[in-house]
Each structure stands twice: as C-alpha cells, then as structure tokens.
Nanobody
Framework: QVQLVESGGGLVQAGGSLRLSCVAS????????VGWFRQAPGKERDFVAA????????IYADSVKGRFTISRDNAKNTVYLQMNTLKREDTAVYYC???????????????????WGQGTQVTVSS
C-alpha cells in the first residue's frame, strides 16, 4: 500500500511560482511512475505531468510545457512539481498519483494510476 500526501499549494499572483511536493509512504514508491493531475471546479481531472520511476522519462501537458517541471528524489520518497509563470487558468486542486504497473512509457490517463493523494489547492489571482 502506498499513501501520498501533497503540499505546497496556496494563493499566488499571476506570473508567480509555486513548488508542490508529493511525499509517499511505502518502500516500493521508488519503482512507481508518478503523475500530477489537476481538477478545476466543474471540470474533469486533467493530466499535468508525469515522471518515470527512475526520473529519466518525463511528459507534460501542452498547457504547462515550458512552465512546469516535474522531478523526483527517490531517497526522500518525494516527487516535485515546480510551477513557474502561473496563469489564472492553472487554478485547480492538484493531485499526485502513483502508477504501480510496469509499463513502457509513462501513463497520462488518470484511470491508469493506482494510488492518489488528497490534493492541494492552487489559486492564481490576476
């Protein structure tokens, strides 16, 4: 079993930055790919970014490419999402998720992820 806890959300002005953290419990976390998703009120849960278990493979949604960076520190059981040049449309609850399936590439669909955190709110004001 893996438990995920997100932190680092908050209120920031447009153009600002935040760094989200996802800390996991469980010794097998370092073997899981991890993704970040977000959900705005009344909208579906959207893929943001994901990273392979080794950190060598990353993928981003077009809407955040060039602004967000995903990374991980397996020694700390932590995955990060550095968010720069934030826009109002980035406002959402951000979730991290772990994919326990060994697969080629990194999954982008939320149904492919097995473990989820409780989410952290990010609000970007103009």
């Amino acid at each position: 079993q893996v438990q995920l806890v997100e932190s680092g959300g908050g209120l920031v002005q447009a153009g600002g930055s935040l760094r989200l953290s996802c800390v996991a419990s469980g010794r097998t976390f370092s073997t899981f790919a991890v993704g970040w998703f977000r959900q705005a009120p009344g909208k579906e849960r959207d893929f943001v970014a994901a990273i392979s278990w080794s950190g060598s493979n990353t993928i981003y949604a077009d809407s955040v490419k060039g602004r967000f960076t995903i990374s991980r520190d397996n020694a700390k059981n932590t995955v990060y999402l550095q968010m720069n040049t934030l826009k109002r449309e980035d406002t959402a609850v951000y979730y991290c998720a772990a994919d326990a399936t060994l697969r080629v590439g990194v999954a982008q669909a939320f149904w492919e992820y097995d473990y989820w955190g409780q989410g952290t709110q990010v609000t970007v004001s103009s």
